[in-house]
């Protein structure tokens, strides 16, 4: 167990649920063929991240780890706003958001 | 033995509102469930002597980036999508593998060996507001001179992200008097297929 | 004047260089049809050799020994008991001085007649041919030039030969005026007038018939010679004539000398070499066995048959023994039989010469029969006879074949102007019988008012040949017959009944041609001779008049005979025979007689048979030749052929061919092979590399399967790589 005599919620508390999250992120990225919802739970993925960060930046008393955060979130914003256009675009050729629907690339 | 409580409490809440976003057929739905975890993980955030970030959070993930999902999903008209699926083993084999990993990242967080590598962390004394530890001051100190060519690179990299998304939904002019033509003539085809 | 020697290779090289030239550029030199360049140079060639044969003349009166000029090493080889040097050395002597001039005085004055005589040949051809324009300029060409090319080379090749000064080089020009004369009697060897759409009666098959036929037989009695040669080098162990001829004259003839393990004397030695070369010579000579060939041979053109089988390439034979002199008088038995074979063949041809039709071809028997002279003379030890009959009759023979050859071409001549005529409307009494022949006396008659020269320059001839006095003829000819007549019987009267019917031969000849009414149209429409032809035929005449004066039977005239003693050891000077003479000549003058009663009082018609068939089977036995040809053709041709074709046919073609390389070679192979490509190559090999790319093919095909094209697929792959490696990482480390 994570050294953890003065916290009040153990570390290894907040890892365990961010790797809950985790998973559940991954099985909506896995498991639902909405593109916006994938994408949701890409958010979902990056966000449980950003709670591990937080957790081991407070027990390793370094800010690095609320720095990495800052910088995910502000990738995460550039990632969704391209994202998004592009669902738009293929949106506007082929008239729907299910990610099936593309898999004309296949071998 | 007040935190552990609100600790175990705030999980319910942050995992039942993702799997909420999972199993919900409407799109606004889950995109609201996905808010509400954001909220709980910005609570966490406070609790965690990250206060700044709670507050960034809230503003860009809960406030921008959840509100353009709920843009693009009222613009497509992607409220409802039909269950059935042509991949009928992709569902039970992602949950198979997903458990899978959290079983083993569990594992891995709770072996004393990982433990002992990393060494003992040092406690902290006091809040955010004594000690400055999440402070925006000490974030912003960083930003500026420790990192800040990540920094700069993350300002061009919005730059770009901006044009890109202005020019990949723009499209062509062409495309653009097509749809238009289009959407001139059956206006209202789009919000039909919700 | 030892200078003067030293230009004798000129003799040689100057002929040699007219070859390259008509060779090369004959064609070019030759721009009109009537252009006359190669003749021209060749003769001018010749005429070179000429001025060289007579600067070695001067230059051996005043050294009569003669000298060996050294021109290069042929062959070197030192062996340890025996070498084998062989130089090229010219010897100059009396007696290659003699056979020199001849051969260079009468040769140019034949080069001279074929400038003319081509012209006419060529046109001839061309007009059979049908030939127009510009192809019939080009043919003149090529074949004037290379005409010209041959005759000097024959003449290069017969002056290699009697300047030699060992038996190889002798040997080398011996072959090469064989290999001349097979080129040039073969010349019109696509000659294609044939009877009546039978192409296999082309003339050009029987002219290169006849090449052939001078070739094989020559070559039979060239491998006596070899074998003459190999049996000298063995015995003397060099071929030098002054060093053979000094060995033999030292050691005598009773020596021993071993050949291999056994000892023969060296007499018997002698005797067999000398048997040998008596082979070659009667193949080149055209003495019985092998004379067969020269009556053929008159298939070639007119001046073929004059310079090479009447003046010069069959006296190389006379030469050969001349020369060999000394082993000659060592071994008696084969001069006995020398000169009874000369003897004979000179009976005999004369008497196949009296019932010939073909105007050459009494004129080649005739030459085979005086050929027999010469050969007789030799044999008999009659050295210088021999060589002044040989000087003589190279005179007066090319002389006759000459005119004989302006006669064919007279005749021609006639012919075309009666076609011509007939044309306009002239009637043409002659192709009712039989077609024309220009060479055929029984459609002559009457030239000698049409081709006076013609005629007068062949009279002379013809009466040198028959031996009248003064005429060159007589006197070398009976000189011969002086030497037999004291030493042989038999020869002798075997050359004396030749000698009759020579003298009856030639004036049948003569009255059947030149007399009495031309009996075909072309007869009488024949005409002269161009001047390039008849000048030549107007010297050789004047030799033949005063020719005898070279070696006239009175003391301090025989110029010739002390002229060739010092060159022949063993030559004597013939004793003038006054009843010999007397009934030489009587007997000419009865022969010229005889003839004139059965040929020139009546002249025949042409449909009249010929007054000597009343012999009846005699005479057709004469007129076929004794059947010596047939009797070959039966004995060894056929024979020879019919083992060559089951050779060809049964052994190489059906056995070797069709069994060994068919059968086995090429079946085993093609199986051998079918075994390599089928099942090895496209089963094993082409299996086992198809296979591993249908195999990789088959293996991509189904990992193609895991490219479906969903995004989500993908993404789970993801997932499924990323627990593979913490599970791994988790097993490895931690548990």
């Not at chain 3, 059947?627 to 074709?645: G, I, L, S, T």
């Not at chain 3, 390599?676 to 094993?684: E, F, V």
Request: proline fraction near 4%; glycine fraction near 8%; include cysteine.
């Amino acid at each position: 167990m994570l050294n953890e005599t003065n916290f009040l919620v153990p570390t290894s508390y907040y890892v365990i649920l961010s790797a809950l999250l985790f998973t559940l992120g991954v099985i909506g990225v896995l498991v639902r063929r909405n593109a916006i919802l994938v994408f949701m739970s890409i958010e979902l993925m990056l966000n449980s991240a950003n709670l591990a960060f937080v957790a081991f930046a407070r027990a390793f008393t370094d800010l690095a780890g609320q720095v990495s955060v800052f910088f995910v979130i502000t990738v995460a914003a550039a990632e969704v706003a391209i994202g998004l256009a592009l669902i738009v675009a293929i949106f506007r050729t082929k008239h729907s958001i299910d990610i099936d629907e593309l898999h004309e690339m296949r071998g | 033995m007040l935190g552990t409580i609100l600790f175990f409490i705030l999980a319910a809440i942050a995992v039942a509102s993702a799997i909420g976003m999972l199993t919900s057929t409407n799109a606004v739905h889950a995109a609201l469930f996905l808010v509400l975890n954001f909220l709980t993980v910005a609570l966490f955030y406070l609790g965690l002597n990250a206060p700044f970030l709670a507050m960034v959070q809230v503003t860009v993930y809960a406030g921008a980036i959840m509100v353009l999902f709920l843009f693009v999903i009222m613009l497509l008209g992607a409220e409802r999508v039909e269950l059935t699926s042509r991949l009928r083993w992709q569902a039970p084999l992602a949950i198979v593998l997903a458990l899978l990993l959290m079983a083993t990242g569990t594992v891995l967080v709770l072996s004393p060996e990982v433990n002992a590598s990393l060494g003992l962390p040092q406690p902290l004394q006091g809040t955010p507001a004594e000690t400055g530890f999440g402070s925006p001051a000490e974030i912003g100190t960083l930003l500026f001179t420790q990192y800040l060519l990540p920094f700069q690179a993350v300002g061009v990299l919005l730059l770009v992200a901006m044009i890109g998304a202005v020019v990949l939904a723009k499209g062509s002019l062409k495309q653009i008097d097509r749809k238009d033509e289009a959407e001139i003539q059956t206006p209202t085809a789009s919000l039909e297929r919700s | 004047m030892n200078g003067l020697f030293s230009l004798v290779p000129l003799i040689v090289i100057l002929p040699f260089v007219g070859v390259l030239i008509n060779a090369f550029f004959g064609r070019r030199l030759m721009p009109r049809r009537d252009g006359v360049a190669p003749g021209v140079i060749a003769s001018i060639f010749s005429g070179a050799a000429f001025v060289i044969a007579l600067l070695m003349f001067i230059a051996l009166l005043g050294h009569r020994e003669g000298a060996e000029v050294p021109f290069l090493t042929w062959i070197n080889i030192e062996g340890a008991g025996l070498s084998l040097n062989i130089p090229w050395t010219f010897r100059v002597d009396t007696l290659s001085s003699v056979m020199m001039l001849v051969v260079t005085g009468v040769g140019t004055l034949i080069h001279i007649y074929a400038i003319g005589y081509m012209h006419g040949d060529i046109d001839e051809q061309i007009a059979k041919r049908g030939l127009q324009g510009d192809e019939a300029l080009d043919f003149k060409r090529r074949r004037y030039s290379r005409f010209f090319t041959y005759f000097n080379l024959f003449l290069g090749s017969m002056l290699i030969l009697v300047t030699g000064n060992n038996y190889l080089m002798m040997f080398v020009g011996w072959e090469l005026v064989g290999l001349c004369s097979f080129l040039l009697i073969g010349f019109w060897f696509d000659d294609p007038t044939q009877e009546a759409g039978d192409a296999s009666t082309a003339k050009g098959w029987l002219n290169s018939n006849a090449a052939k036929k001078a070739f094989v037989v020559n070559r039979v009695g060239d491998f006596g010679m070899l074998i003459a040669i190999f049996l000298i080098f063995w015995t003397f162990g060099t071929l030098e004539f002054d060093a053979v001829f000094s060995q033999a004259e030292a050691l005598g003839p009773a020596a021993q000398v071993a050949l291999g393990p056994l000892t023969f004397s060296l007499g018997a030695v002698v005797t067999v070499i000398t048997l040998f070369l008596l082979l070659g010579a009667t193949g080149k000579s055209a003495q019985i066995p092998l004379f067969v060939w020269l009556p053929d041979a008159m298939a070639g053109p007119t001046p073929v048959s004059a310079l090479i089988h009447a003046a010069t390439m069959v006296t190389a034979g006379i030469y050969m023994i001349a020369r060999s002199n000394v082993l000659y008088a060592m071994a008696p038995v084969s001069a006995t039989v020398v000169a009874i074979i000369g003897a004979a063949t000179a009976f005999v041809a004369a008497t196949m010469a009296v019932a010939q039709y073909d105007i050459k071809k009494v004129l080649a028997y005739s030459t085979i029969s005086q050929l027999g002279f010469m050969i007789a003379a030799v044999g008999l030890g009659g050295y210088i006879a021999g060589i002044f009959h040989l000087a003589t009759h190279a005179f007066f023979k090319a002389l006759l074949f000459l005119g004989s050859g302006s006669v064919i071409h007279g005749m021609e001549h006639g012919h075309h102007a009666v076609a011509h005529g007939a044309e306009h409307g002239e009637h043409d009494h002659d192709e009712h019988s039989h077609p024309f022949d220009p060479q055929d006396m029984r459609q002559m008659g009457g030239l000698k008012d049409r081709m006076p020269v013609t005629t007068w320059v062949y009279i002379i001839g013809a009466l040198a040949l028959a031996g009248i006095p003064p005429l060159a003829g007589f006197w070398s000819k009976d000189e011969i017959l002086a030497d037999a007549s004291g030493t042989n019987n038999l020869v002798y009267i075997l050359l004396t009944v030749a000698a009759f019917f020579t003298a009856f031969y030639m004036a049948r000849q003569v009255f059947m041609v030149f007399f009495g009414k031309p009996r075909t149209e072309a007869a009488a429409h024949a005409h002269e001779s161009p001047p390039v032809m008849t000048v030549p035929l107007v010297i050789l005449a004047v030799l033949s008049v005063i020719g005898g004066a070279m070696n006239l039977p009175i003391e301090g005239l025989h110029f010739l005979g002390e002229w060739l003693e010092e060159s022949i050891l063993h030559a004597h000077i013939g004793q003038f025979e006054p009843t010999t003479a007397l009934l030489a000549t009587a007997l000419a003058v009865i022969g010229i007689v005889l003839g004139w009663l059965l040929y020139g009082r009546e002249p025949s018609e042409e449909a009249e048979r010929d007054p000597l068939m009343a012999a009846g089977p005699v005479f057709t036995f004469l007129n076929r030749r004794w059947y010596w040809d047939e009797a070959y053709a039966a004995v060894f041709v056929k024979p020879y052929n019919r083992f060559a074709r089951f050779l060809a046919d049964t052994i190489d073609w059906r056995f070797w061919h069709d069994f060994v390389h068919d059968s086995i070679i090429y079946e085993a192979f093609l199986a051998w092979s079918q075994i390599l490509s089928r099942p090895i190559d496209l089963g094993m090999i082409d299996g086992a590399v198809n296979g591993i790319a249908e195999f990789i093919g088959g293996i991509s095909q189904r990992l193609r399967r895991a490219q479906t094209g969903y995004v989500r697929n993908y993404a789970l792959a993801v997932l499924l790589g990323a627990v593979v490696i913490l599970g791994y990482i988790v097993v490895r480390f931690l548990m």
